[in-house]
Nanobody, 119 residues
Framework: QVQVVESGGGLVQAGGSLRLSCTASGRIFSVIDMGWYRQAPGKQRELVAIISGGSRNYADSVKGRFTISRDNVKNTVYLQMNSLKPEDTAVYYC??????????????WGQGTQVTVSS
C-alpha cells in the first residue's frame, strides 16, 4: 500500500506565494513521476506541473510563476507558487506514479489541499 499526503495550502492575497509539499510512502520500489493537478469548482481536474527524472513540464498558465522540485530520497515533491492570481484558486492534488515491490505500476492520489487566492 502507498500513501500520498499533501500539505501547504491556505489563503493568500494575489501576488503572494505558497509552497505545497507532497510525500509518497509505503511499498515503493521506485517513483516514476510525481505531479500536481488542480480542480476549481465546476471545472475538470487539470495538470499543473509534473516532474520525472530531470524533466519538468508545466501548464502554460503557470509557467514562469510555479516551480516543481523533488527530493528523491524522501519521495517528496514540492510546488513553489509565486505571483499567485485569483484564478489559481482550486483544490490541488498530488499524484505519485510508482513501481511497487512486485514491479507493477500504480498511480496514487493525495486527498487534496485547498489554495485560495483573494483579489
Amino acid at each position: 500500500q502507498v500513501q500520498v499526503v499533501e500539505s501547504g495550502g491556505g489563503l493568500v492575497q494575489a501576488g503572494g506565494s505558497l509552497r505545497l509539499s507532497c510525500t509518497a510512502s509505503g511499498r515503493i520500489f521506485s517513483v516514476i513521476d510525481m505531479g500536481w493537478y488542480r480542480q476549481a469548482p465546476g471545472k475538470q481536474r487539470e495538470l499543473v506541473a509534473i516532474i520525472s527524472g530531470g524533466s519538468r513540464n508545466y501548464a502554460d498558465s503557470v509557467k514562469g510563476r510555479f516551480t516543481i522540485s523533488r527530493d528523491n530520497v524522501k519521495n517528496t515533491v514540492y510546488l513553489q507558487m509565486n505571483s499567485l492570481k485569483p484564478e489559481d484558486t482550486a483544490v490541488y492534488y498530488c499524484n505519485s506514479h510508482v513501481l511497487v515491490y512486485d514491479l507493477k505500476e500504480f498511480s496514487y492520489w493525495g486527498q487534496g489541499t485547498q489554495v485560495t487566492v483573494s483579489s
